[in-house]
């Protein structure tokens, strides 16, 4: 599927006189490519994974990425994902990185098998029921446990993120490690306020906690930030996994709700 706007609008985004990502005129391979570029360059000798964010794109768009060699995408939205998953390749790897319903947990977990991680945990509450559901997984179809990052708000002053406190990071990852098997604690991840690159360093100062608390090396640990806007300086303050979403799939469009 080629992406090009019609012509008007295509010529108004070539002439730079409206503000259109440049994705208007290229493709997802394309941007795709590129995106990978810019991540290996600002990586160096560092593995960072770079995670192609998909949320309300069609599963024709995510296949492009996928036959472009993509295998790590992340979801926000439990209904869309377990509508999506069973259309497309099942050695997908997905990343649930929305806000997450503590009921939803074992629909997310029994309708996506090849879910990797559940990135957006925030209450010990929402690690139980996760746990539960991946305990009953594991049993019925086997695997490797459930990969989580505690979500921190790093932007507390915005009042619009969700997420633990920098502070209640540790004791939510202490609660995944001790009480429940069959989860694997792997890092924290943030949703920082765009262009504020202090919340790099707060959520770093979390994942140092956290390792602390556990009695693990620091680095043993994932730091998850990053979207289009800033992941190069995300990387630069040392992120693990960035996700990123239009810079690869072009601006998400929501639809109106009918009148
Ligand atoms: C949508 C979303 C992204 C990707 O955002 P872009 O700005 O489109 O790259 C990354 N992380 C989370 C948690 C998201 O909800």
């Known amino acids: 599927m080629r992406l090009t706007a019609p012509r008007p609008l295509l010529v108004a985004c070539l002439a730079g006189t409206r503000r259109l990502p440049a994705l208007h005129c290229s493709t997802v391979p394309d941007a795709l490519s590129e995106v990978r570029r810019r991540v290996r360059e600002a990586s160096g000798e560092r593995d960072v994974r770079l995670v192609a964010v998909s949320k309300t794109k069609p599963a024709a768009l995510l296949r492009e990425a996928y036959d472009a060699g993509q295998r790590e995408f992340g979801e926000n939205y439990v209904q869309e ?7 497309l390749p099942d050695d997908m790897q997905w990343r649930f990185i929305g806000k997450l319903q ?5 629909v997310l977990v029994e309708g996506v098998p090849n879910l990797v991680a559940v990135e957006t945990v925030d209450s010990a509450k929402l690690a139980d029921r996760l746990q539960k559901a991946a305990a009953a997984a594991l049993e019925a179809r086997g695997g490797a446990p459930l990969d989580i990052y505690v979500q921190v708000n790093t932007s507390p002053w915005e009042g619009t993120k969700g997420g633990v406190t920098p502070e209640g990071a540790a004791e939510l990852a ?3 490690a001790a009480a429940c098997p069959a989860l694997r604690f792997r890092g924290v991840m943030t949703i920082g306020a ?9 959520l770093r100062d979390a994942r140092d906690a956290a390792a602390a608390a556990l009695s693990v090396p620091a680095d043993s640990l994932e730091l998850s930030m990053g979207m289009s806007g800033d992941f190069e300086a995300a990387i ?3 992120s693990d996994s960035v996700r990123v979403g239009s810079s690869i799939f072009g601006a998400r469009e929501y639809k109106a709700s009918k009148p």
């Open 81 to 87: 994902l377990v509508e999506k998953a069973p259309t």
């Open 102 to 106: 503590s009921n939803k947990a074992k």
């Open 236 to 238: 630069a303050a040392g």
């Open 174 to 176: 202490a609660h995944v």
């Open 194 to 202: 765009p262009g504020d690159e202090r919340c790099f360093g707060a």
